[in-house]
């Protein structure tokens, strides 16, 4: 099956400095990516979705500022934190949809855990 | 509005115990995907079942079965004869349109506890 990788696993960082967050898609090329913000105990909420080689759309109450997204290849779209505060922690997992063949499907990475100290 | 709705928070069952988790979608497409993920204490979420809105058909997979009723709009899961691995908490999901790679709507998850 198609499979999505994130980088890192997990992160900790000092409040104030800027986090990327890289997801790949390993075995096919994903036309569009999205990133999901999951605070403890709760769900995952949708920040944003990119398409290759264009800018990404941001959902209502996300800064765009803050959460850099850029989405310069098929495989890989990066997610930056910048200027991390402690309430930035939580847990980012992207999804990945397929071009032509596996448009149909959308695959999750296994995340990555941000604590901002 | 929520489109998706899973009332039950958390759930704790003995094992071998039979459990439901229920999932209430809102939808004004015709064509459209339901999903049920697990997600364990690594928060890696695992795909259990896609649904897509023209198959109403029962699903049995193992332990696990689903029941998908449009006329009440809902996806519940049932797990029979729990056991200690199916702790975790699990996730309801609606795709929109006419293919799975748009946005997921998720529920609030419910997280199931499996007493040993």
């Known amino acids: 099956g198609a499979v999505v990788s994130q980088h890192p696993s997990w992160v900790i960082c000092k409040s104030g400095t800027s986090v990327k967050i890289e997801c790949r898609s390993l075995?096919?090329?994903?036309?569009?990516m999205f990133w999901y913000r999951q605070f403890p105990k709760q769900s995952l909420m949708l920040m944003a979705t990119?398409?290759?080689?264009?800018?990404?759309?941001?959902e209502q109450g996300v800064e765009k500022d803050k959460f850099l997204i850029n989405h310069a290849s098929l495989t890989l779209s990066t997610l930056t934190v910048t200027s991390a505060h402690p309430e930035d922690s939580s847990f980012y997992i992207c999804?990945?949809?397929?071009?032509?063949?596996?448009?149909?499907?959308?695959?999750f990475g296994p995340g990555t855990r941000l604590t901002v100290l | 509005a929520q489109k998706v709705t899973q009332a039950q928070t958390e759930i704790s069952v003995v094992e071998k115990e039979d459990v439901t988790l229920d999932c209430v979608y809102e939808?004004?497409?015709?064509?459209?995907?339901l999903f049920w993920y697990k997600q364990p204490p690594s928060g890696e979420l695992v795909f259990l079942i896609r649904?897509?809105?023209?198959?109403?058909q029962n699903e049995i997979s193992g332990r696990y079965s689903w029941n998908f009723q449009k006329s009440t709009s809902s996806f519940n899961f049932t797990i029979t004869a729990s056991q200690v691995v199916d702790s975790a908490v699990y996730f309801c999901?609606?795709?929109?349109?006419?293919?799975?790679?748009?946005?997921?709507?998720f529920g609030t998850g419910t997280s199931l506890t499996v007493i040993p």
């Open positions: 999804s990945a949809r397929g071009t032509s063949g596996r448009s149909n499907e959308q695959f």
């Open positions: 075995d096919f090329q994903a036309t569009t």
């Open positions: 990119s398409n290759e080689g264009s800018k990404a759309t941001y």
């Open positions: 939808t004004r497409d015709t064509t459209y995907y």
């Open positions: 649904r897509n809105s023209f198959d109403e």
């Open positions: 999901a609606l795709s929109e349109g006419l293919n799975t790679g748009n946005q997921f709507y």
